[in-house]
């Protein structure tokens, strides 16, 4: 039996909170989710709604928070996170990483609960360290365009610390590395689902700059793990979860191309400003503390998002 009976995810029908509320599930907690379906969607949770220990709310988490009766934990997971969105909604980003933030350590605060905050690797911006441990304070332009995403989330960690030392909330901080699976919104505008919907239409795969600049690519059944072990450890600084297995963009537009065996061709696009060259995760706290590895390699993972984007896009 789980010492988390009752669980509160913020987020919890975007593309990771989906995939841990099930996994909360699973494990035989009682999950509430609270999403104002901003980047979330109901498609996400659709197979959680008639589960008996599950529920939903639709609701804005920068707002005042209540839920009635004892919560074990909150794991924050509200925010847009796609590159696209720092473009189309830097004031909600910046929102939910503030005063949601706020609103959920209150909450765990006033409950007892634990609260596992979802950072980043955006915390470490375009790092002039590879690969980057939990200790490098980062490199971020916080006036640019990205900075709406880094700083937000620099700020909720910041917050979620002062909680802890000065409250004595129990707190969990992931930075998340570059995650993938089903339930990627289709046109998110990230790499790996532009790659496999440009791929699955034969339509030219677009590549920005001259796709040197690398990313470290996860699976999302691996981050859950990694979440799911992190709540239950005694580790209140940030860890990173992520693949060690880098990736230049040119090697993995061709390798979707492959994988998806289509004919498109690549081009190349402009560089978005400040846009990291490498990014990769010393994992070693993950590996140490939490017994943490990811379980489905970047092919294997691959593999099965092709499979859900022609679901999803034969539906579309
Ligand atoms: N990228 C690309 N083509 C696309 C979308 C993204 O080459 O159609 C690049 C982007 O410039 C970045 C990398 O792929 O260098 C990963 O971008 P993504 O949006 O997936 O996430 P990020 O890691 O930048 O937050």
Known sequence: ?????????????????????????????????????????????????????????????????????????????????????????????????????????????????????????????????????????????????????DEAKRFAEAMTMAYHRHHGVETRIVRIFNTFGPRMQIDDGRAIPNFFAQAIRGEDVTVYGDGSQTRSINYVSNLVEGLWRLLGSDHPTPVNIGSEAEISMLELAKKIIDLVGSSSKIVYGELPPDDPKVRRPDTTIARTVLGWEPEISPTEGLERTRDYFVEALSKA
């Open 1 to 149: 039996m789980t010492k988390f009976g009752r669980v509160l995810v913020t987020g919890g029908a975007g593309f990771i909170g989906s995939h841990l509320s099930r996994r909360l599930l699973e494990e035989g907690c009682e999950v509430i989710v609270f999403d104002n379906l901003l980047t979330g969607s109901m498609n996400n949770i659709s197979e959680l709604l008639g589960h008996p220990r599950f529920s939903f709310e639709h609701y804005d988490v920068t707002n005042y928070l209540h839920v009635d009766g004892a919560l074990d934990a909150i794991l924050h997971f509200a925010s847009p996170a796609s590159p696209k969105d720092f473009e189309r909604l830097p004031i909600q980003i910046l929102k939910v990483g503030s005063l949601g933030t706020h609103k959920a350590l209150g909450l765990a605060k006033a409950k007892g609960a634990r609260f596992l905050l979802a950072s980043t690797s955006e915390c470490y911006g375009d790092p002039d360290v590879s690969p980057q441990p939990e200790t490098y304070w980062g490199n971020v332009n916080p006036v640019g365009i990205r900075g709406v995403y």
